[in-house]
Structures are given as structure tokens and as C-alpha cells.
């Protein structure tokens, strides 16, 4: 079984920056898939991003040059630093686990979520 424990949001004023972070336990693949999506109030859940087995990574055009994926390995962790935020990121964020590559939503496990709001 993998767990995923998502951390890092909060309240944050339009221009700055915020970092998520998804610590992985349990019967974890070394090497793993992940992916980071968000959901608004009253909207679907969207793709942000995802990080690949090779250290890949492809983001959303919404934030793509804003925010930017990266894992440490020796902490199992992978994390979405978002900069230069606008209010339309406010959002629950989601990271999500896989032990290969996806083609799409098809990761198998799913953390809890981490509220972001972008507020003046």
C-alpha cells in the first residue's frame, strides 16, 4: 500500500509563491510516476503537471514557466513550486502516484489535497 501526504498550501498574495510537497510511504517503486492536479470551486479537476520516470516533466499551458516539478529521491518526495501566482490558482491541489508512466488520469493512488488560495 502507498500513502501520499500532501503539504505546503496557504493563503498567498497574487505574485508570489508557494511550494507543494507529496511525501510518499509505504511499498513505494524507487522510481515512480506523479502527477499534480487541482480543482476549483465548481469546476473539474485539471491537470498541473506531471513528473515521468525518466525526471520528465510537462506542465498545463495555465502554468507552464510558473510552476515547475521536481522529486528528491532519497526523501521520496515530489514537489510543485508555483511562483508568480494568480488568483485563478486558487484550488485544491492533488498529487497522485504511479509505478509507471500514465497516458492520462490513470495513476493509482491519490493524496488528500492541499487548499492554495491567492487572495489579496
Not at 524507487?30 to 503537471?49: C, D, H, M, N, T
Not at 485563478?88 to 489535497?113: F, H, K, N, R
Request: hydrophobic share 30%.
Amino acid at each position: 500500500q502507498v500513502q501520499l501526504a500532501e503539504s505546503g498550501g496557504g493563503l498567498v498574495q497574487p505574485g508570489g509563491s508557494l511550494r507543494l510537497s507529496c511525501a510518499a510511504t509505504g511499498s513505494i517503486w524507487s522510481i515512480y510516476a506523479a502527477g499534480w492536479y487541482r480543482q476549483a470551486p465548481g469546476k473539474q479537476r485539471e491537470l498541473v503537471g506531471r513528473l515521468r520516470t525518466t525526471d520528465s516533466t510537462t506542465y498545463a499551458d495555465s502554468v507552464k514557466g510558473r510552476f515547475a516539478i521536481s522529486r528528491d529521491k532519497t526523501k521520496n518526495t515530489v514537489y510543485l513550486q508555483m511562483n508568480n501566482l494568480k488568483p485563478e490558482d486558487t484550488a485544491v491541489y492533488y498529487c497522485a502516484y504511479a509505478e509507471y508512466d500514465v497516458l492520462s488520469d490513470e495513476y493509482e493512488v491519490w493524496g488528500q489535497g492541499t487548499q492554495v488560495t491567492v487572495s489579496s
